[in-house]
C-alpha cells in the first residue's frame, strides 16, 4: 500500500463501480476494465493471479489503441463503494483483491457486514501524478475524451465544487458535446428536457426546471443558472479552420473542458474522507465535526465541506506543515499547520482532521513534495529560456482571478474550522499568546520555497484537546 492513494465514504465515481472484475478464476481468466463514461473494456489473461498492474494497463491501451502518452496519464485504480486505491505498476491486482477486506478494516470505519459484502472493480483512470502542464501536450481525442469523462463526473457529483458560473460554462460544453452546435429551438434539446443533471451537479438542478422550454422559445422563463447555462451554450466557439491540425472539433470542446477545470485547485487529486471539529457555538458551546473531504495534488492540499459543496481550508505545499499521529486507543488525526491570526495577532494554526486514511494522506503529500522538489532544478533552465516555454494552449491569464471571487466556493472559509492556535514565548511552543509562532512540524517543504522555518523538536507532546 505504500504510496498508493485512497478514498473512503465518497460520492462519485465509486457509486457505480460496485460490480466484480474477475469473472473466473484460472490459468485464463476474463477481467473487465470499467472506463470513466462506465464502459467496459474486456480482455482475456493468463495467470491472473500474477499479472502486474503495469501488464494490464498496456493491454487496455492497446484495446482502446491509446498513444504512449496514455502510459504516464493515466493508472488502474481498485475502487468500491469504501475505498479507492491507485496501483503502483508493480501491484499485483488480483491479490490486492484478496486483501482488500484487511484494507478496508485498516482504511475505513466500515461495518463488518459492508466490508463482508464489499467487492473492488478495477478502473482505468486519470494518474494522480500526472502534472497538468502535461495534460496540455496532449491532442489525441481519445485520451481527451477519457479526462474529459472523469471530469465531467467529478463535476456533475460535486467532487469538484465548482461556483454558478463556472458550472455553466462547464454544462455548456457538454451540451455541445451531446447536443451540437447550439441551434434556436433544436429538438434533442426538447427531448432531454428532463436530463438536466447532465449538465449541471443535482444541487443546482433542485432549482432548475425550465432551461428546456426556453431553448423551445415558448415564453417560458428560465432561473438565473438555467439562463446562464443556455447563454453559454450559444457562446460556445466552433473550431475554425487553421485553429488546430492535430485537434477535431470535438477534440477541441474536450480540451476547453479540461482546461477550464485546471482552474480548479482540486482538479486531478486524490480524494480521502475524514471528519473535522466545528467552532463551538451556542450558550452551551457544542461543536461535534462535520464529514469532509480532503483533496491532494501535486500542487497541495483542499479540505472540502462534503454538505456545503465548498473548500473550507486550501494550502499549497509552501504554506503547510503536516503530521499524523495514530495512537492505539484514538482516533488516527491528520495534522495540517499554517500561518494565521488570533484577533490580529500572528499564530500558528493547527487543523485536525479525524481519519482512519491519515496515514495514506500523510504519505501522499510526502511524496508529491518529493516529486515537486525532484523537478525543481529544471526550473531555472525553464525560465531562461524564455518565452519559447511558454505553452500556447495554456488558458488566458485573466481566467484565473474570476476563481478568487468574493463568495467563491474555492476560497477557505477558515471561520467555519476550529483550529488550535499556537505560538512561540521564547521557552516554547504554546496555546495562543503574545508574537509569531515558527512550525513544531519537521515534516514541510524545504524551507528555501516555504514560509516556514524548521524548529528542532521539543520533549512537549502534541496537544489533543
Not at 469473472?23 to 462506465?38: K, M
Not at 451540437?180 to 443535482?202: M, N, V
Not at 480548479?264 to 458551546?285: I, M, R, S, T, W
Not at 505545499?317 to 492505539?328: G, I, R, V, Y
Request: overall charge negative; hydrophobic content about 35%.
Amino acid at each position: 500500500m505504500e504510496g498508493a492513494e485512497g478514498n473512503s465514504g465518497q460520492p462519485g465515481p465509486a457509486e457505480r463501480s460496485h460490480r466484480s472484475s474477475v469473472s473466473s478464476v484460472g490459468t485464463r481468466a476474463d477481467v473487465l476494465v470499467y472506463l470513466a463514461d462506465d464502459s467496459v473494456v474486456p480482455l482475456a489473461v493468463e495467470n491472473l493471479s500474477s499479472i502486474s498492474a503495469h501488464e494490464l494497463h498496456r493491454a487496455v491501451r492497446e484495446v482502446l489503441q491509446l498513444p504512449d502518452m496514455a502510459l504516464e496519464a493515466f493508472a488502474l485504480w481498485l475502487v468500491s463503494p469504501l475505498l479507492e486505491v491507485q496501483l503502483k505498476p508493480k501491484h499485483q491486482p488480483y491479490k490486492l483483491g484478496r486483501q482488500w477486506p484487511e484494507l478496508l478494516l485498516r482504511f475505513t470505519d466500515a461495518s463488518d457486514d459492508d466490508v463482508a459484502m464489499d467487492e473492488p472493480s478495477l478502473q482505468f483512470r486519470r494518474n494522480v501524478f500526472f502534472p497538468m502542464r502535461r495534460e496540455l501536450q496532449i491532442y489525441d481525442e481519445e485520451v481527451l475524451r477519457l479526462l474529459y469523462e472523469e471530469a465531467k463526473g467529478n463535476v456533475l457529483t460535486a467532487r469538484y465544487p465548482c461556483d454558478l458560473e463556472d458550472c455553466e460554462v462547464l454544462g455548456a460544453l457538454v451540451c455541445r458535446v451531446q447536443l451540437g452546435p447550439y441551434q434556436p429551438g433544436q429538438p434533442a434539446a426538447c427531448t432531454l428536457r428532463e436530463k438536466l443533471d447532465s449538465f449541471l451537479p443535482a444541487h443546482l438542478c433542485k432549482r432548475s426546471h425550465s432551461l428546456f422550454a426556453a431553448f423551445r422559445g415558448r415564453g417560458a422563463k428560465a432561473g438565473p443558472g438555467e439562463q446562464g447555462l443556455l447563454n453559454a451554450y450559444r457562446q460556445v466557439k466552433e473550431m475554425t479552420v487553421g485553429d488546430s491540425e492535430q485537434e477535431t472539433t470535438l477534440g477541441s470542446h474536450y480540451r476547453a473542458y479540461l482546461l477550464k477545470c485546471h482552474e480548479l485547485p482540486f482538479y486531478g487529486c486524490a480524494f480521502f474522507h475524514g471528519e473535522v471539529d466545528k467552532p463551538a457555538q451556542g450558550f452551551l458551546h457544542r461543536g461535534g465535526r462535520k464529514p469532509v473531504t480532503v483533496a491532494i495534488s501535486l500542487e497541495g492540499v483542499h479540505v472540502i465541506d462534503n454538505r456545503e459543496k465548498h473548500v473550507l481550508l486550501g494550502l499549497r505545499f509552501q504554506e503547510l506543515s503536516w503530521d499524523h499521529t495514530s495512537p492505539e486507543e484514538e482516533e488516527p488525526v491528520l495534522w495540517l499547520e499554517f500561518d494565521g491570526d488570533s484577533e490580529g495577532t500572528p499564530v500558528n494554526k493547527l487543523l485536525r482532521i479525524y481519519s482512519k486514511q491519515a496515514e495514506l494522506m500523510s504519505s501522499l503529500i510526502e511524496y508529491c513534495i518529493e516529486l515537486s522538489q525532484a523537478a525543481e532544478p529544471a526550473l531555472p533552465q525553464e525560465s531562461a529560456s524564455g518565452p519559447q516555454e511558454a505553452p500556447s494552449p495554456s488558458p488566458p491569464p485573466t481566467q484565473r482571478p474570476k476563481l478568487r471571487r468574493q463568495g467563491s466556493v474555492v476560497c477557505s472559509r477558515i471561520q467555519h474550522l476550529s483550529t488550535i492556535d499556537y505560538v512561540e514565548d521564547g521557552t516554547g511552543i504554546k496555546r495562543v499568546k503574545p508574537k509569531r509562532a515558527t512550525s513544531f512540524f519537521s515534516r514541510q517543504l524545504s524551507s528555501s520555497q516555504g514560509s516556514y522555518t524548521v524548529v528542532q523538536p521539543t520533549d512537549d507532546s502534541l496537544e489533543h484537546s
